[in-house]
């Protein structure tokens, strides 16, 4: 059903990220060129901040690419949850350094940095992407600084490109921030930004004429809050109510409909604008 209304399942799925990748959108194409140009210029840390849902693991990805295009050593990690002895074990992995089950934290450490110290020393280039910092474990913002406090990043030979909440982390992230080279911000999209969101992404997913009236953009910012996440679940439990209904068009009832359906936590933008129509 889902893949006959959008012709090309894989991209619907898929969500904000597509075939090319990041779908273009001002706060998108500004905090990734921050990123880049921290990775251009060997910055030594940057810290990306935004509302969750707003494609910071996008940007990141997108990222860690563009890295790989320019000669980079790269490795990501996606930190939630985890500890610094589980980041130093996922990093060994990532710059294949086959560490063991007996090897302990100091092992570790001593592994991942005598590797950038190698290729410090060959003139060679690292970026290391971290994503869900905030949903990390506290002792895992003090090994973040201490590989920041390496020669290796000083000397611009490793760059530390971090995406994490702005509401989340707390002060051992905001010390951490103190530490950013570059302010890098991923708001939500505005009304104009939302609509140019969703016409891209319908184009990206095989539909080359107008799927919302002219009042269903509205409502649909109004119920995303400009999040392009919801968004896209929003635009995804539309598209399967009008296969259902056997429907050409999506508008702001059909949108309200559906974003019922949503649990709650993902429709205090819908409560909102039904207060305001009663």
Not at 99 to 118: I, N
Not at 127 to 152: K, M, S, W
């Amino acid at each position: 059903m889902h893949e006959r209304y959008w012709e090309r399942n894989d991209f619907a799925l898929q969500g904000p990220l597509g075939r090319g990748g990041l779908i273009e959108t001002p706060p998108h194409e500004e905090a990734l060129a921050r990123l880049s140009y921290l990775v251009e210029h060997r910055r030594r840390f940057g810290l990306m901040l935004g509302p969750a849902g707003t494609g910071k693991s996008l940007v990141l990805s997108t990222a860690a690419r563009e890295a790989k295009r320019l000669g980079r050593e790269v490795a990501s990690l996606d930190l939630f949850g985890i500890d610094s002895h589980d980041l130093l074990w996922q990093l060994a992995i990532a710059l294949r350094l086959g560490p063991t089950e007996r090897w302990s934290h100091a092992t570790l450490w001593r592994a991942v940095t005598d590797h950038w110290h190698a290729l410090h020393s060959a003139r060679l280039l690292s970026v290391l992407l971290l994503d869900h910092l905030d949903r990390a474990e506290a002792d895992c913002i003090g090994l973040i600084e201490r590989c920041l406090h390496l020669d290796v990043a000083n000397d611009g030979c490793l760059t530390v490109l971090a995406a994490a909440r702005e509401e989340g982390g707390g002060l051992l992230l905001s010390e951490l921030a103190e530490h950013s080279d570059l302010r890098i911000e991923l708001p939500c999209l505005d009304r104009q930004e939302s609509v140019t969101f969703v016409r891209e992404w319908l184009l990206q997913s095989g539909r080359h004429r107008d799927t919302f009236d002219r009042d269903a953009f509205e409502t649909l910012f109004d119920l995303s809050g400009g999040t392009p996440r919801e968004i896209v679940r929003l635009c995804q439990l539309a598209g399967t109510a009008a296969e259902r209904d056997g429907l050409d068009h999506i508008d702001s009832v059909m949108l309200l409909d559906v974003a019922g359906e949503l649990p709650r936590s993902h429709w205090q933008h819908a409560e909102r604008v039904f207060s305001a129509a009663n």
